[in-house]
């Protein structure tokens, strides 16, 4: 089992920048992939990013892509995703989940992460 457990979320301007990490615990270190998800008021829950823990591969869905940066850190089971230049269309609640696939890319679909933390709120206000 795995524990996650998102931190750092908030409300902020449009323009800001903001960092919301996902602090992972139990059964770690077998994880393979950490994702970053979001899910809007009336919104399905839509692929943000995530990275591969071995090899810090990185995978972005195209409305961040150049304003969102995942980074890891192994020895403290952290994730973190950094937001720049928001928008009014990024407020969402964020999800950080785990995965213990064998994937060798970031895999896009909620079905792929059996792990999910209880989401922190991002609020983009224009």
């Known amino acids: 089992q795995v524990q996650l457990a998102e931190s750092g979320g908030g409300l902020v301007q449009a323009g800001d920048s903001l960092r919301v990490s996902c602090q992972a615990s139990?059964?770690?270190?077998?994880?393979?992939?950490m994702g970053w998800f979001r899910q809007a008021p009336g919104k399905e829950r839509e692929f943000v990013g995530g990275?591969?823990?071995?090899?810090?591969?990185?995978g972005y869905s195209d409305s961040v892509k150049g304003r969102f940066t995942i980074s890891r850190d192994n020895a403290k089971n952290l994730v973190s995703l950094q937001m720049n230049s928001l928008k009014p269309e990024d407020t969402a609640v964020y999800y950080c989940?785990?995965?213990?696939?064998?994937?060798?890319?970031?895999?896009?679909?909620?079905?792929?992460?059996?792990?999910w933390g209880q989401g922190t709120q991002v609020t983009v206000s224009s």
């Open positions: 990275i591969t823990m071995t090899g810090g591969r990185t």
């Open positions: 989940a785990a995965t213990f696939g064998a994937y060798m890319f970031v895999p896009s679909r909620t079905s792929s992460y059996p792990y």
């Open positions: 139990g059964r770690t270190g077998s994880a393979t992939v």
